[in-house]
Structures are given as structure tokens and as C-alpha cells.
């Protein structure tokens, strides 16, 4: 006759399995979902862009600038130069040499303001660059890491499956059968150990009879509350 306590010690190896499977299937899950760096590259391809906007808007700043650096240069000459214009026309000059001046300060100012926008921008897409290549490092060890737990974990589920296999083999074919169909039911405990009178595997109290068959162990035995198969603790 296969006993309660026999088949607990069946299912000790196979809740062992289950906890592999569980943490196999997770692992392999993580595995190939892999690192998820969207937020990073979406964030790097934004100041990425911005950062071009701001050197292409540099770029025909300092087109302007020069010309109209050259523009102010020229109209100083031209006004410091005494080369015999009229009050009116060196007042005239005056004005337009000033207002130059004041044009070509604006546009230094726009420039700096642009370099400084660049350099912010820089500096950002530079921080991306190192998060996702420190993200990438990060997956690649974890990957790894991985790996080995899969690998590990089927090799110990084969020699865990095999065990299974030669104690199973053991016991009553019939018995065996009541035990996985009742396992399934009963999200895989099956048997339930008594200690102080109380089912292990609901934790309600058994009747005194009940408490007496379980200490003969010659009937099997289910819990009046939870059903399971009774073995003493």
C-alpha cells in the first residue's frame, strides 16, 4: 500500500520542479523581452535633432555676422576717413555707422546665445549616450547572467525529473494517479502534513477521530475541510 507520507515525499520533489519551471520560465521570459532603452533613444534622437537646428541657425548667424561686421567696418571708415562730406551727409553716416554698430553687437549676442544652446544640447545627447551604453553593459552582464541560470535550472530539473521518475515508479500506479489529479486541484499540494491537530494545508482543525486514523497510518485519510491526503507531520 502507498502511503500519505510516501507520496509527500513525491511531491516535495515535484513542488521543487514547479519552482524551477517557474523561475526558468522567467528567466527565459526576461531573456527575450530583453532591455527596454526606448525612452533613452527616443530622448537621444530629439536633442540630437535639436542640437542641429541650433548649429544650423549658428551657421547663418555667423553668415550674417561677418557680412555685417564688414558693413560696420566699412561705414566707421568711411566716417573716421575725412574725406570731405557735407554735416549733413557725416551725420547721416553717423546714424547708419551707429545703428550698424548696434546690428552687429545683436548678432554677437545671438551668436554666443546659439554657442550656448549647442553646447546645453551637447552636453545632454552626451549623457544619453553614456546611460544607454550603460545600459547596454548592464544587459549584456544580465543577459549572461541569464544564460548560465537557464542552463543551471534545466540541468537540475532533468536529475529533479529523473528522482521523480524512479520513486514514482515505486509506488501504486492507481495511487499515484489520485495524488496528480488531486495535486492539480489543489494548485499543486496534494498531501498536507498534521501538526497539533491542524491540516498544514488549510490550517482548520481536525476531528479527534480523524487525528487518530492519520497516527495509525493505515487508511488514507483526507482533511474534512480541504480535502487534501493527511500524513503526520
Known sequence: MTTALQLYSL?????????????????????????TSDRL???LEAETESLEKVRSQHREEQVDSETQKERSAELDRLLYSGEGESPRDLES??????????????????LLEL???AEEHRNKCD???????????????????????????S??????????????????????????????VKSGTAVAKVFRGLCQGCQMSLPTHQQQQVRGGRQAVHCSSCGRMLCLG
Do not use: C, H
Request: cysteine-free.
Open 155 to 184: 540541468i537540475e530539473r532533468k536529475s529533479l525529473a529523473a528522482q521523480r521518475t524512479t520513486l514514482a515508479s515505486t509506488f501504486e500506479p492507481m495511487a499515484v494517479q489520485k495524488y496528480e489529479v488531486l495535486r492539480k
Open 127 to 153: 549623457q544619453f549616450k553614456k546611460q544607454l551604453a550603460d545600459l547596454k553593459s548592464r544587459w549584456e552582464s544580465r543577459s549572461t547572467q541569464l544564460a548560465e541560470s537557464i542552463s543551471g535550472l
Open 11 to 35: 511531491q516535495a520533489i515535484d513542488l521543487a520542479l514547479d519552482e524551477i519551471d517557474l523561475q526558468k520560465t522567467k528567466a527565459e521570459q526576461e531573456l527575450e523581452t530583453g532591455v
Open 115 to 117: 554657442s550656448l544652446q
Open 41 to 43: 533613444v527616443s530622448a
Open 93 to 110: 553716416l553717423e546714424r547708419e555707422a551707429a545703428n550698424a554698430r548696434n546690428l552687429s553687437q545683436n548678432r554677437e549676442t545671438k
